[in-house]
């Protein structure tokens, strides 16, 4: 009798035990399927595009149509190269595949559809960002008047390539083309695969920024272009792919940082003026002038009215200006002390910044070059002059630096592309990658 009840109770302890499991396991395989049914619900990450690239098929499937051998299809090839490839492109390879269809292998009847719009949808996002630069990578660009203008372009290419994918071979060369050839970016993609090996996460973080940002500006295909590097406090002048011009530059310091944009440089200026930023006329030059206004014949500052008339200083009652109620502005008068030396670079932007000559040329030899109050300081201002214009400028008459010289402005027949980035990695024309410090803390 003992034994039967106790053999009792350990059955009944069994069917428990049982039903426990059982109700896990219902419950484990109804979670995994609310997660499948969210993986298959979730928005598209670029539906307008795979919108666009349906219409030109005329609502056609592609992967699913494809009349590749079963263990060979695009499809398959496409998630080998996104795993394998895109961390030594300096990709996140987690962003695509997690646009691909739950199941990629054969897709219930009902799911062919989505399944196929999926994988389009990674397929696009890969080679755009392969193309162009991951946008993540830019994030702190400020401003940028170029990309815009070329989005629908950019759009309608990667929609053309895939389009003209039906295998995997086709597939590989693809993804092979996409890629620049430029020597500056094949050897930063090197130094990835190394650091991949390594393990060194910041360097890693810092040679993807700049592959990134190497895409972006080659697939315009500009012929001529400037790249400015903040954290490299240097500058490159690109004529096709490769580097013509290579000069240090002066860059603000941590506490009055040079923003990061994308914009054009339309004109050169000989002998400018240098109109200084409110910041700077009423919290560093008015203390002096209410004190004395020895100052500005020291600076060779004029005051200029808000109808742009200069004021003779001497007839204002400084003592009653503050930082808030000051209506005048300041202007260097031109010469060779002129805080914008004899060479001024105008860029259009919502920042009031631009690229100029120096009076302070000592400022070069530094190995850290954080002066600015945000400007762009340059080494070699003539030489970039004459590569933007089509006239070469008289040396001698800027050398001379005359006093009171009238600004002379100078249009650049097309306008140049000017990329002011912030890249903590970065190649030189011989091929070696140096790492900068992160003097702004940006990363």
């Known amino acids: 009798m003992y034994i039967r009840q106790t053999s009792g109770k350990y059955h009944s302890a069994i069917a428990g035990a049982i039903m426990i499991a059982v109700f896990l396991l219902l419950g484990t395989v109804a979670a995994a399927a609310q997660a499948l049914q969210r993986r298959i619900n979730r928005p598209l990450a670029n539906p307008s595009l795979v919108d666009a690239f349906y219409r030109q098929r005329q609502g056609h499937l592609f992967w699913l149509d494809s009349t590749a051998a079963a263990d060979d299809t695009p499809q398959q090839e496409l998630v080998r190269i996104i795993k394998e ?93 996409l890629e620049p050839s430029q020597p500056l970016y094949r050897a930063l993609k090197e130094e990835l695969q190394k650091q991949l090996e390594l393990g060194d996460r910041e360097k890693i973080a810092s040679l993807m920024i700049s592959l990134n940002n190497y895409r972006w500006f080659f697939h315009f295909g500009f012929k001529h272009f400037v790249v400015v590097n903040i954290a490299a406090a240097e500058l490159n002048y690109f004529e096709q792919d490769s580097v013509k011009l290579n000069m240090r530059i002066v860059a603000g ?27 700077i006329a009423v919290n560093e030059i008015l203390p002096f002038c209410k004190k004395s206004l020895v100052v500005l014949d020291i600076l ?64 070069f030899e530094a190995a850290k070059r954080y002066f600015s109050h945000g400007c762009i300081r340059i080494q070699k201002p003539l030489e970039l002059a004459n590569e933007l214009l089509d006239e070469k400028l008289d040396e001698q008459f800027l050398t001379a630096s005359i006093r009171g010289q009238q600004p002379i402005p100078k249009r650049i027949a097309k306008p140049v592309p000017v990329f002011v980035l912030y890249m903590t990695a970065d190649a030189t024309v011989a091929g070696a990658v140096r790492y900068f410090q992160d003097v702004y803390d940006l990363l």
């Not at 400020?142 to 003209?164: P, V």
């Not at 914009?263 to 910041?279: A, E, F, G, K, M």
């Not at 001497?314 to 914008?340: E, H, I, V």
């Open 85 to 177: 490839e895109a961390p030594l492109q300096g990709l996140d390879a987690l962003k695509y595949l997690s646009m691909l269809p739950a199941v990629t292998g054969d897709p219930e009847p009902g799911e062919r559809l989505v399944y196929d719009r999926r994988f389009t949808d990674a397929a696009l996002a890969y080679f755009g960002d392969l193309c162009a630069g991951d946008p993540r990578s830019r994030t702190r660009v400020g401003s940028d008047e170029i990309s815009g203008k070329y989005e629908e372009i950019d759009r309608r290419h990667i929609i053309s390539l895939l389009n003209g994918i039906n295998n995997s071979m086709l597939l590989r060369a693809t993804v092979a083309e």
């Open 253 to 279: 310091k941590p506490s009055t940082m040079t923003p990061r944009f994308v914009t054009y440089c339309d004109q050169v200026i000989l002998y400018p003026y240098w109109n200084v930023p409110r910041s």
């Open 300 to 363: 060779r500052m004029q005051v200029i009215s808000s109808k742009g008339v200069v004021v003779d200083p001497k007839q204002l009652d400084w003592k009653k200006f503050t930082a808030k109620n000051f209506p005048y502005r300041f202007r260097q008068s031109t010469g060779c002390d002129n805080a914008l030396g004899v060479i001024k670079f105008n860029l259009s932007s919502p920042y009031s910044v631009y690229l100029h000559d120096t009076n302070l040329k000592s400022d």
